[in-house]
């Protein structure tokens, strides 16, 4: 796909974000407004990304040895891609937890400083779940 293609596509989606909600954002704000700019923006994104497809897909026939290079080189990417998901959900996925069961643990001993012990199992449970999936990654990361 060449750059001016790509800038094409690029600049259409920006364009499908800004020019709808620009819309919405100018005038009287009701729900009519609203959900006409919601779909003018999801049909200009899905029908750039139904392009996009087209031009991606359509038109180039590739050797086979490419072909295979290219699946091992997507095949690294996804693993490393994978790698950092697993990391980075269950680290947001954590903290979330942290932050409700921290904020609670230090409300009942501020009340209560007999529940210290069992407010910080809480909180230490929550952390956990970054440990598995920090643990996930070094596991993904060790196939490839």
């Known amino acids: 796909m060449s750059l001016t293609v790509k ?10 974000i800004i020019i709808p909600f620009g ?3 100018i005038g009287e704000k009701n729900k009519k407004r ?4 919601v779909g003018t923006n999801a049909f200009f994104y899905f029908g750039t990304f139904v392009i996009a497809s ?13 072909t ?22 269950s680290c947001v996925g954590g ?11 230090l409300g009942a001993i ?5 529940a210290l012990g069992k407010s910080l199992i ?11 999936g920090l643990i996930i990654s070094f596991m993904i990361l060790g196939k490839l």
């Open 95 to 105: 903290g979330i937890a942290v932050a409700s069961a921290a904020s609670a643990a």
């Open 68 to 89: 295979a290079a290219a699946a091992s080189s997507n095949a690294t990417g996804f693993g490393y891609l994978a790698a950092a998901l697993s990391t980075g959900l």
């Open 34 to 37: 609203y959900k006409r700019a």
């Open 54 to 66: 087209i031009m991606m897909f359509g038109g180039n026939t590739a050797v086979a040895a490419d």
């Open 110 to 114: 501020s009340e209560d400083s007999s």
């Open 7 to 16: 800038l094409l596509l690029v600049a259409a989606l920006v364009l499908s």
């Open 122 to 132: 809480f909180v230490g449970l929550a952390e956990g779940v970054c440990l598995y």
């Open 23 to 25: 819309y919405y954002l």
